[in-house]
């Protein structure tokens, strides 16, 4: 059974079959989803979700790029509205969370993605969640905020940093999961982590409808394609494919507090 700890069902490439495919998952061996929430709308879709498929939990927040345009009155709003929403009993974790300074450059800009980051930060600490972190390009300044939150535990998704700053994020006790990037032919980097990072504090994602797989790269991803990367993580580290997809399963369940038993009628 196989857990995938990130998807975004909202995506509107899932309307012509979202409740088909959702539906099918656990027969197919994945038995539990996680899926996190960008703004206010798609952090409502989640919820909903999981309130409908017992098998789908979700996560609630701000995106570092989807509060471009918006107001600091309108930020504020919303995470009054997300806080609220992070009492749902099947919301699991505040993300996702982090900063992105791949396409945005500009210093003040920054500086926002900044203070969200630490607004969502406290929010978790105040309701005892754990955090789902992006980080594009941004590395150091995700590893200071972090920091600064000890009690607050996290996942690192689609992790892209050097095994350097894994280790330090790995004493704080967050995860790193990793995406379909593992799967491509040059993703040393992200390999040299897997080897080096221990089976207890790895996760797999999808991050559906992105970053397919390989051989399914540049199609339209789903938790469907899961399997491929504990195989990938299987293979750089030499061990079972079941004993992965146990491994990894059970620390999504740890790290997202999900409960006992939850998603095991998954073949
Ligand atoms: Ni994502």
Known sequence: ??????????????????????RSLPEHGVGLVLNPGCDLESSLKAVDYAERYPHVYAAVGYH???????????????????????????????GEIGLDYYWCKDPQ??????????????????????????????HLDCLTIVEQYPKVRGVFHCYAGSVETAERLLALGYYLSFTGVLTFQNAKKASEVVRRVPLDRLMVETDSPYMAPEPYRGKRNSSLYVYRMAEAIAEIKGVPYEEVARATTENGKRLFGIPEGAGEDAV
């Open 1 to 22: 059974m196989l857990f995938d700890t990130h998807a975004h069902y909202d995506d509107r490439r899932f309307d012509p079959d979202r409740d088909e495919l959702l």
């Open 64 to 94: 570092p790029e989807n509060i471009e345009g918006l107001t600091d009155a309108q930020v504020s709003a919303g995470l009054e509205e997300i806080e609220a929403l992070a009492r749902h009993p099947k919301v699991h974790a505040i």
């Open 109 to 138: 800009e920054r500086k926002r993605q900044q203070e969200l980051f630490r607004a969502q930060m406290s929010m978790a600490g105040r309701l005892g969640l754990p955090v789902i972190v992006h980080d594009r390009d941004a």
